[in-house]
């Protein structure tokens, strides 16, 4: 699925907090690993305006002071191949491209981490990567605590599904990753009445426990046509959840639940001025989610 690692370090331990996954990602298999910073000049100005007039030499420090932090932490990975590199320009867009140079490249940055006065939280650094990036993205919820040095197991993989082609795409890197790291595949879909179903007709009144049933029936069976899918290709290991509720609310409860687990999920597969919009479940999960996500572009 993967043949290289991107991870965008802003001087942070929260952003740091990622690291923490690389073991786990390198399981098998040993990548190359680059690290990366961004000086932003913008920022540079902003934060310290009495000195804007030795913008050069401000410069010239930030990146030397990136270099050296980052030529640190990659002492750290002493069995994996790792470079590092530190450019000026706007972070998002800085990891975009370096990340767009290689199909192969999973992008694995914390969605928190700050340098300064500028966060990368969603809605900024993160959630620009996000919406733009065509690569698959890893995106760890963030702890100041975490130095980024403990190994974090995978244990569950949990697809979402919502029995459209689209979803189902996230399928195979998932089977890969769950044979990779060892772990279930754990295949859910909520589900709920449509509007429509709180609506009767004259003289009639619809019985919502019956289509509440044959609705969550359906879904199970959908879920266990491709749970013995996942089995033909390998993945020994599945079950299936059926969730009554809103989509975006129900994955994140049963991610809650299930002890070292990831969400892997997909993206609609645009670019440009057409990239899916803010509020689509996905967005609303990485959000919210206390769990690690992987989120995959369909193509």
């Known amino acids: 699925m993967y043949e290289k690692l991107l991870i965008p370090l802003d001087g942070s331990r929260a952003a740091e907090s990622v690291l923490s996954f690389v073991e786990v990602l390198q399981s098998g298999i040993h990548v190359p690993m680059e690290l990366v910073s961004a000086v932003d000049v913008s920022v540079l100005t902003t934060q310290r305006l009495d000195e804007a007039r030795y913008l050069d030499q401000l410069i010239v420090e930030a990146e030397r002071g990136f270099t050296e932090y980052l030529r640190a932490i990659a002492t750290k990975f002493k069995n994996f191949q790792v470079t590092y590199a530190v450019e000026r320009g706007k972070p998002a867009e800085i990891i975009i491209r370096r990340a767009a140079a290689a199909a192969g490249t999973l992008i694995l940055m914390a969605t928190h981490g700050r340098s300064g006065l500028s966060r990368w939280l969603l809605g900024s650094v993160a959630e620009k990567v996000l919406r733009a990036t065509s690569n698959p993205l890893f995106l760890g919820r963030s702890a100041e605590q975490n130095s980024g040095h ?4 995978v244990r569950s993989i949990i697809v979402p599904l919502d029995g459209s082609p689209l979803a189902e795409s996230v399928l195979n890197p ?4 769950a044979q990779r790291f060892q772990a279930e595949i754990v295949l859910l879909q909520a589900y709920e009445l449509p509007a429509a179903a709180y609506y009767g007709r004259e003289n009639y009144l619809p019985n919502y426990d019956e289509l509440k049933t044959q609705g969550q029936s359906n879904v199970q069976g959908y879920l266990d046509e491709k749970a013995e899918f996942v089995r033909a290709e390998g993945v020994r290991n599945v079950r299936t959840i059926v969730a009554d509720g809103l989509a975006a609310d129900q994955i994140v409860q049963c991610a809650e639940r299930i002890p070292h687990s990831l969400l892997a999920m997909c993206t609609h597969g645009r670019t440009g001025l057409q990239r899916w919009t803010v509020g689509s479940v ?6 919210h989610s206390r769990r690690p996500v992987l989120v995959v572009r369909a193509r």
Do not use: F
């Open 174 to 177: 998932a089977m890969e990753m």
């Open 282 to 287: 996905t967005e609303k999960v990485v959000r």
């Open 150 to 153: 403990d190994r974090v197991p």
